[in-house]
Structures are given as structure tokens and as C-alpha cells.
């Protein structure tokens, strides 16, 4: 074994109905798949270790005694998302026992953001897409290439790959998945697939680290046309979520999706980031490409139903427009549809020339017109510079809104804020802050206290209104997800048929069924342990 790479080890913090749930990652961790595919075309033997929270410290011990050798050059780590203390722990944990008793194995951890894969204590940082940078530091590692090219970061001190930069790996025409035999794939999986990579808008308030990016980076028809076909021969899969930022972005892209799918004997399901604007000004022959596709779960990022607020930002559609063409896709597409149609709305709770009057109007549209599918509000993100120029995307948001007017609390006054919300609010935010100051390479960032530019109401009056949000949908019995402990699951993490994914992101009042997923990483990690 050349190398071991882990995933899932994250369990993710959920604080917005007050509780701080642990939610445990019940997806697979793909960015792990696609690098340990890459290297083993280059002949390297790598191994995967899916849902690693399911594994204790003991367990996860005795895999690595078992698997590592003399042979062993790497364990890689993969962090999606801001790791928990309970996760970092962990990871930290299983790592150094590693480099103790194994020294010759390196430790890399990559990820898409610097910030969160520098949480986790490692040898090497990778951010962004990794495969060449990978292939990079192997190489410097076994002596049989350059030195690899790092940057420092200025508050952690710690050295980090820049793979947007230094090394890029876009477009990556076959950025296909192959699993293994000893991965344990089943039937009613939705796997992830990446269809291109960037995206080439530039929307004022988004966190994806390419953007901007003005070249087409589709992948090829016959390499998505494989992946498609060897998933359903091997695994019998049939449902996809598709991680581009923005997968509807070119015509031309929905057109390579039909034209793979159009050659399979089978019909496959995608869900995946739409943008409605693009949907409704594209024409109906995109459309149908898209249903031959099978691409009918759409989750759009609206917004706004402000029109100054969605200008000031980049989503500049007449909201009457936005509204008119939603019921109009609902209409054409459901019908059409191989499988079925949902179209998630995402919404945010305060950006600029927004206020309570213009929320509530939007709210009243999307109870009466939009009930039968989910709409996710999310109070507005402002994360701070952390003087870090990998992640420098995030920085230069807040920058943006500080030019719109916005403002930050003290920190030093923000125990008294916190006094004045919801105690379980209060809780469940303590937790988060403290949580991040303890880990010592964060411990300046501030957290996201703004204030509107109205003046108005600030971020925790969004998190109040988020909150009453939920509370009339649900009342309505009209689906919501988001900032709710377990109804965060989407499709896309959800393992069953079509029909029950359906039924939960229609309905979204069938939870996903959490005996059904124990069940299946359970089983899982005892044919791992057992190999
Ligand atoms: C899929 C996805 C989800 C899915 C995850 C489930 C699933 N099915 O996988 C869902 C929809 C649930 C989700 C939800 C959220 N997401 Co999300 N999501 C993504 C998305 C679109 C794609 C990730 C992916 O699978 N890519 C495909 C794989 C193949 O690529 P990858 O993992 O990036 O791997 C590459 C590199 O990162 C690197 N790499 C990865 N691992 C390793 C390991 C090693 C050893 C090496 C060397 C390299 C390496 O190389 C890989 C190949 O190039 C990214 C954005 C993006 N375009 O990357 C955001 C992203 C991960 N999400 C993000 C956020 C913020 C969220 C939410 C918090 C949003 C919200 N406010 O609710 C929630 C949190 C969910 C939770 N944990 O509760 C942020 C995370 C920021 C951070 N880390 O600090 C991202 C990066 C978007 C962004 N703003 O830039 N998300
Ligand atoms: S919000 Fe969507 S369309 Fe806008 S820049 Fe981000 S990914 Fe692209």
C-alpha cells in the first residue's frame, strides 16, 4: 500500500435552532476518490477510508497497523469543511500515532479552503484541486522531482500548497471517479460527479475559490460518458450530484450531458447548483437537454427577491421575472421529467438595500407559490480576512460589503449581544466561538458579527428571522432544510431509491432515514475492518 487516504471524519456543527447538533458526514469523501484515481493510473496503490467518524481511535489503530507498511509513503486527509474540535481531535489523534510509530509516512491534508485543512496537524497543506500538486510534492518527497512550491501562511506560520495557483488543474477534461472493489459501493448510493470546474460569474457575496474563470473547463463527453456507464455496470448507480458551482452555466455543457446520456442504456438522475437567471433566459432546447440529461433537481440560488439587493450583488434579474420563469420551469420540467422535478430555492438574510418589509414579501411569495419544494434562507456570512492569500476569496467579500456599509461589533461587546437573543442561540454560538479560539492557529479570527448598512438589524436579527422562517413553513407543512440540526441532509447525502429521495426533497417532511444510513456505514466499516 503506497497510500492511505481518510475522509469523513468531520461531524459538522449545526447551531441554528439554538442546539448544537453534531451532524455526522454520511457522504463519501470524493475529493479523496478522485485523487487516489488519478494517482493509481500512474500506478501507485492507494486505499480509501470513507466515513472515518464511524471508526473510534482504536479501530482506526488497528486499520492503519494493518495496512501500512515499509511501502507506505503517504496518509492523505481530507477536510471539506471546517472540522469541529470533536473531529480535529481526532484526526490530530490517528496522525500523530502515525508519524510515531511509522515516521517515514508523511501526513498531507488537502481540502478546498486553507483555513479549514489547517485546522488538522500535518506535514503537508494542500489547497485547492490537488492533483497536480500532489503529483508534485510525491515527486520532491521520493526525491525524483523540483521542490515543491509553498506559501507561508502569515498567522499560522504554517507552509501550504497553492493549487490555484501554483499548481492549476483546470480545466481538467477527465476528472472522473473510479472506485474500488474495497470501497463497498451500493445500489441506492448518489455519488458526486464534477462535470467542470469555476465558475465564470463573480456574485459579490460567493465563498468558491474560482470564480471569474471565463474559459469553458467542461469535461469530456467520453470521459463522463464512462464514468456513467462503469458506476451503473459496477454499482448499478443512477443518482448523481453534480458539484459544479454552477453546472447550468453554458448551454453547451447541458448539451455534453444529454449527448453522454443519450448513449447509455440507462437513465440517470443529477442534482446539482442551478442558476435560475440563466435557466429562464436560455432556450427551450437547453431545457431539454437538460430533462434527456436527467439534470431535474435544481437547487437555485436566488437570494433575493430585492431587486436593489440582488443588483448591488450580481443576480440583477427583475424579481418579477425570477418569480414568473420559477413557475414556469416548475411547469415545463415536471412533466418531463425521466424521474422527477424539485427546485430547491437557497436564499440569503441580509444583503445590502434589504429590510424586514422586502424579507417578508419574498417569504409571502414562496409560501403561496413555491411550497412544494425546499427553500433554505441563510443569514449573510461575512468571513474575516485571515491574512491568508489562499483563501484570500473570502477576505475580499467582506472587504466588498464593508465598502456597501457594512459594520462589525466589537468584540468585546458581543457577550452583551448575545444576551439579548434566543438562550439557545446564545449557547450554541458560545460553543462555535470558543471552540474556534481554542484552536490555536484561528485564535484572532473574529466571527461574523456585521451590521446592516440600514442600520436596522445585524446578523443576529437574521438569525432570528431565519429561525421564524422555518417555523411558518413547517407550520405550513412546506419544505425548508437548512440551519436545522438533521433537516440540513439533502438529497445528495441521502442514500435510498429515487422514489424516497424524491418523496424527502419534495416533501422534505419524510426525513431521510437514518436507520437506513447507520445501517449502511456500519456495514461499511465492518468490511473494511474484515479485509
Ligand atoms: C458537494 C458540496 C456540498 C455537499 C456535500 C455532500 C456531498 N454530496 O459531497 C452539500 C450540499 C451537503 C454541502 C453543504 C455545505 N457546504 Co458545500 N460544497 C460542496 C461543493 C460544491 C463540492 C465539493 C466536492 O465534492 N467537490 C468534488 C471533489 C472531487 O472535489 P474536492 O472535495 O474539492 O477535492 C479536490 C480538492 O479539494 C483537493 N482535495 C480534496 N481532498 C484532498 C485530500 C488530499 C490528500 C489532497 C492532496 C487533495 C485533496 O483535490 C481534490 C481534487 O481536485 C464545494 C464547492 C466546490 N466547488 O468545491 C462546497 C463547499 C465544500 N461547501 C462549503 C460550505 C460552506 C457548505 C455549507 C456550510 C453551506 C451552508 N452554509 O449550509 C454546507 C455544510 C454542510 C454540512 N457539513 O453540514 C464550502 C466549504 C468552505 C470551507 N471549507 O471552509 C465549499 C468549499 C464551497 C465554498 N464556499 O467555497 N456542500
Ligand atoms: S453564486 Fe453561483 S453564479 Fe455566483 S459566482 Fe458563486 S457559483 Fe458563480
Known amino acids: 500500500m503506497h497510500g492511505l487516504m481518510f475522509g469523513g471524519f468531520q461531524t459538522t456543527e449545526n447551531y441554528g435552532n439554538g442546539e448544537t447538533n453534531i451532524v ?82 508523511k501526513s498531507i491534508v488537502g481540502g478546498v479552503k486553507s483555513w479549514a485543512i489547517t485546522f488538522v496537524e ?16 510525491l515527486k520532491s518527497l521520493m526525491g525524483r522531482g523540483e521542490p515543491v512550491r509553498f506559501k507561508r501562511n502569515e498567522k499560522s506560520g504554517i507552509k501550504i500548497i497553492d493549487a490555484y495557483k501554483d499548481y492549476p488543474c483546470w480545466p481538467k477534461r477527465d ?5 474500488e472493489e474495497r470501497d463497498f459501493i451500493t445500489k441506492h448510493e448518489t455519488m458526486n460527479i464534477e462535470l467542470a470546474r469555476g ?36 454499482w448499478g448507480t443512477v443518482s448523481y450530484y453534480v458539484t459544479d458551482d454552477t453546472v447550468n452555466d453554458r448551454p ?45 433537481s435544481h437547487s437555485y440560488g436566488v437570494e433575493t427577491f430585492n431587486h436593489m439587493a440582488g443588483k448591488a450583488v450580481g443576480k440583477g434579474m427583475h424579481p418579477d421575472k425570477t418569480k414568473e420563469g420559477l413557475l414556469e420551469i416548475q411547469e415545463y420540467f415536471t ?56 483563501d484570500e476569496v473570502d477576505g ?35 460553543t462555535v466561538l470558543r471552540e474556534r479560539a481554542e484552536l490555536s ?11 446592516h448598512p440600514s442600520g436596522d438589524y445585524d446578523w443576529l436579527d437574521a438569525i432570528e428571522w431565519v429561525m421564524e422562517f422555518q417555523h411558518i413553513r413547517e407550520g405550513i407543512g412546506a419544505g425548508t432544510y437548512c440551519f436545522k440540526g438533521e433537516d440540513a441532509w439533502k438529497t445528495e447525502s441521502v442514500n435510498g431509491t429515487l422514489e424516497n429521495i424524491k418523496d424527502y426533497y419534495k416533501e422534505n417532511r419524510k426525513m431521510a432515514d437514518f436507520e437506513v444510513k447507520h445501517h449502511l456505514v456500519m456495514d461499511y466499516k465492518r468490511k473494511k475492518i474484515a479485509l
Open 122 to 137: 500535518a506535514d503537508y497543506y494542500i489547497a485547492g484541486h490537488g492533483e497536480y500538486a500532489i503529483d508534485g510534492l
Open 335 to 390: 412533466p418531463r421529467a425521466p424521474h422527477f422535478y424539485t427546485g430547491s430555492l437557497t436564499m440569503i438574510c441580509g444583503l445590502p438595500h434589504e429590510t424586514f418589509k422586502s424579507l417578508d414579501d419574498g417569504k409571502e411569495w414562496l409560501n403561496k407559490y413555491w411550497r412544494n419544494h425546499t427553500v433554505g434562507y441563510l443569514p449573510l456570512y461575512l468571513q474575516n480576512d485571515d491574512g491568508d492569500a489562499i
Open 252 to 296: 453547451e455543457k447541458m448539451r455534453m450531458l444529454a449527448n453522454a446520456v443519450r448513449r447509455l442504456d440507462f437513465r440517470p438522475h443529477f442534482n446539482g447548483y442551478a442558476r435560475a437567471d440563466l435557466l429562464i433566459s436560455h432556450p427551450k432546447e437547453t431545457w431539454d437537454d437538460m430533462i434527456d440529461a436527467g439534470f431535474t
Open 24 to 105: 455526522n458526514e454520511y457522504y463519501r469523501s470524493f475529493g479523496n476518490h478522485r485523487i487516489a484515481t488519478h494517482l493509481r493510473k500512474q500506478g501507485w496503490d492507494i486505499e480509501v477510508l470513507d466515513y472515518s467518524w464511524a471508526f473510534s481511535y482504536e479501530e482506526l489503530k488497528d486499520y492503519v497497523d494493518d495496512r501500512i507498511t515499509k511501502e507506505t509513503v503517504f496518509i492523505g486527509v481530507s477536510v471539506l469543511f471546517i472540522p469541529t474540535q470533536e473531529s480535529t481531535k481526532k484526526i490530530n489523534r490517528i496522525l500523530r500515532y502515525i508519524s510515531r510509530k511509522y515516521p517515514w509516512v
Open 441 to 451: 492557529k484561528h485564535k484572532e479570527a473574529k466571527f461574523n458579527y456585521w451590521i
Open 199 to 234: 465558475c465564470r460569474f463573480k456574485c459579490k457575496y460567493c465563498t468558491f475559490p474560482l470564480l471569474g474563470i471565463k474559459d469553458d473547463t467542461s469535461r469530456d463527453e467520453d470521459s463522463v460518458y464512462e464514468e456513467l456507464k462503469e458506476n451503473y455496470e459496477k
Open 396 to 430: 475580499n467579500i467582506t472587504k466588498d460589503f464593508i465598502k456597501m456599509g457594512y459594520t462589525f461589533h466589537e468584540v468585546d461587546d458581543v457577550d452583551y449581544l448575545l444576551g439579548m437573543v434566543h438562550p439557545l442561540i446564545k449557547r450554541s454560538l458560545k
Open 175 to 179: 476528472a472522473s471517479i473510479s472506485y
